[in-house]
């Protein structure tokens, strides 16, 4: 099975930076990536889908990007509410694996 | 508006067995895949497997087959994830999820609000 691994951790940054955090498949996915969002205590919530597609009434300060085995999150400009811990997860077959998630904190 | 209502909160014993539910509403039911994924206290989302309502096809993660059964009742709007005999390890929550299109090769754009599962003797 494909291997999906986010990279950091974790991650602490200031109001205002710009976060970025990368998903590497360990084979081919072609753009068969989605980010999720999912705050302490909450459900899960689609970011991005097809790799850099920004889902419907989601701030446009997120953005995707990448193809084949590596893909990035990038947040423009770290907000307070951006605090959370997001999910790579690849569709492109089952099982649709999810990266073990990078916990961003605010600094 | 497309939602998906889960059962409530269980706390089992090792051994016994449970089936929890999650009901689909404001769409389709039969026409879109309907998956499963856990949460353990702590960590993070597992994809347990998917199943599409109108001929019950199932797909499952290698680490859940066998552990677990996907099923549904279409005529109720209603997937069920059980299980035959819990594990403390079994103690998680878990979600429903829907893909955002009909094929099952889509992201999950709409979720269960979660069902804990607690196994303890």
């Known amino acids: 099975d494909i291997q999906m691994t986010q990279s950091p951790s974790s991650l602490s940054a200031s109001v205002g930076d710009r976060v970025t955090i990368s998903c590497r498949a360990s084979q081919g996915i072609y753009n068969y990536l989605a980010w999720y969002q999912q705050k302490p205590g909450k459900v899960p919530k689609l970011l991005i889908y097809?790799?850099?597609t920004l889902q419907s009434g989601v701030s446009s300060r997120f953005s995707g990007s990448g193809s084949g085995t590596d893909f990035t999150l990038t947040i423009s400009s770290l907000q307070p509410e951006d605090v959370a811990t997001y999910y790579c997860?690849?569709?492109?077959?089952?099982?649709?694996?999810f990266g073990q998630g990078t916990r961003l904190e605010i600094k | 508006e497309v939602q998906l209502v889960q059962s409530g909160a269980e706390v089992k014993k090792p051994g016994e067995s449970l089936k929890i539910s999650c009901k689909g509403s404001?769409?389709?039911?039969?026409?879109?895949?309907i998956g499963w994924v856990r949460q353990m206290p702590g960590k993070g989302l597992e994809w347990m497997g998917i199943i599409y309502p109108g001929d019950s096809d199932t797909r499952y993660s290698p680490s859940f087959q066998g552990q677990v059964t996907i099923s549904v009742d279409k005529s109720i709007s209603t997937a069920y994830l059980q299980w035959s005999s819990l594990k403390a390890s079994d103690t998680a929550m878990y979600y429903c999820a829907r893909p955002q299109s009909y094929g099952y090769k889509s992201a999950f754009d709409t979720w269960g609000q979660g069902t804990m599962v607690t196994v303890s003797s």
């Open positions: 097809a790799a850099s």
């Open positions: 997860q690849k569709y492109n077959s089952a099982p649709f694996t």
């Open positions: 404001g769409y389709s039911f039969i026409n879109y895949w």
